[in-house]
């Protein structure tokens, strides 16, 4: 999909300044991210306590730390737009919350399983939300969502597990569609109970966006990103 063009805007401004809708909706993007990294920080580092070993537990540990670089970076956006960063997370606490709850690993693998797999299908759903943003926060959305290196080390250690006991891999493959399906299901939920975010895809007057098919493709793409992720994990999804 292409990005999001908008003519004859100076870089580095706000097309949209007058827009209060697409303010609000640029609020809550930036808010689920935040919450989001947070939470993100926070499994990262109780992983790093069930990792086998010292190795294993460094490399989770800056992980977390990198996720937490990404927390400060979004706060302090929402709070450059003069905008309350807790209150910009409220919304969205819930839902993120359940899901994690809903989606608790029992073992060092399914945690690395989910933080791989889970936090995948929630970052390809921010990052075709960022393709209707103005420029400047598009660059931010999509620095966050980079990976920091927990796509190789989940990938690297889930492998060397599976071929040292191959039983492992249909108990991992049941996790990962499990999570599959409450990761989409958290993403509909977040999209349909903002308004303002869910602005974001259908557009408005000034602001381009997506329609019923487009909306429909996008949730395709992120099943196969799925699939690929699993089948990089040595699993069948």
């Known amino acids: 999909m292409a990005d999001?063009?908008?003519?004859?805007?100076?870089?580095?401004?706000?097309?949209?300044?007058?827009?209060?809708?697409?303010?609000?909706?640029?609020?809550?993007?930036?808010?689920?991210?935040?919450?989001?990294?947070?939470?993100?920080?926070?499994?990262?580092?109780?992983d790093a306590e069930l990792a086998p070993g010292q190795p294993?537990?460094?490399?989770?540990?800056r992980l977390a730390v990198a996720e937490f670089h990404h927390y400060d970076a979004l706060v302090a956006r929402i709070a450059e737009m003069g905008e309350d960063p807790e209150q910009a997370m409220a919304p969205f606490i819930p839902a993120i919350d359940a899901f994690h709850d809903r989606t608790k690993p029992t073992g060092w693998l399914e945690g690395l399983v989910k933080a791989y797999v889970g936090d995948g299908i929630a970052t390809d759903f921010y990052r075709e939300i960022s393709n209707y943003v103005d420029p400047s926060t598009q660059e931010l959305v999509r620095a966050v969502l980079e990976d920091v290196g927990q796509a190789d080390f989940a990938v690297r250690t889930v492998r060397e597990a599976i071929d040292a006991d191959p039983r492992i891999a249909g108990r991992l493959a049941l996790w990962g569609r499990r999570l599959v399906g409450e990761a989409l299901s958290q993403a509909q939920r977040v999209a349909v109970?903002?308004?303002?975010?869910?602005?974001?895809?259908?557009?408005?007057?000034?602001?381009?966006?997506?329609?019923?098919?487009?909306?429909?493709?996008?949730f395709a793409r992120l099943t196969d990103e799925h699939t690929r992720r699993m089948g990089r994990l040595g699993l069948a999804a």
């Open 4 to 46: 999001v063009e908008h003519e004859n805007v100076p870089p580095g401004t706000d097309p949209f300044t007058d827009d209060p809708t697409y303010r609000a909706a640029v609020v809550d993007l930036l808010g689920a991210l935040a919450y989001g990294e947070l939470t993100a920080f926070s499994r990262l580092a109780a």
């Open 56 to 61: 294993a537990k460094a490399a989770l540990a």
């Open 193 to 218: 109970e903002r308004d303002a975010l869910a602005s974001l895809l259908v557009g408005g007057t000034n602001r381009p966006g997506a329609d019923l098919a487009e909306i429909g493709r996008m």
